[in-house]
């Protein structure tokens, strides 16, 4: 499986709805589900600069940001 795979698979896992973004809640989620706590300030880090990086400031992060991250 190529990274890119990897990548694209990890992103539909947190994306629990489906529609292309990454919410806090679903990042959250997933996150526990592989038995790993997030803080507030974590999140805040996160998507900030998810935000950050493509102007948009929606709160959510879509699968180009995800690269960017996943990549870095």
Same mark, same amino acid.
């Given at each position: 499986?190529? *990274?890119?795979?990897? $990548?694209? %698979?990890?992103?539909? @896992? ?11 809640? @679903?990042?959250?989620? =997933?996150? +526990? $589900?592989?038995?790993? @706590?997030?803080? =507030?300030?974590?999140?805040? /880090?996160?998507? +900030? $600069?998810?935000? %950050?990086?493509?102007?948009d400031a929606d709160?959510?992060? /879509?699968? *180009? @940001?995800?690269?960017? =991250?996943? +990549?870095?």
């Amino acid at each position: 499986m190529s *990274a890119t795979d990897d $990548a694209t %698979a990890t992103f539909h @896992e947190f994306d629990r709805d489906g529609d292309g973004y990454i919410t806090r809640e @679903e990042f959250v989620l =997933a996150m +526990n $589900a592989k038995g790993e @706590e997030v803080t =507030a300030a974590d999140l805040d /880090s996160i998507f +900030n $600069a998810a935000d %950050a990086r493509d102007g948009d400031a929606d709160d959510r992060i /879509s699968f *180009a @940001e995800f690269l960017v =991250a996943w +990549n870095a």
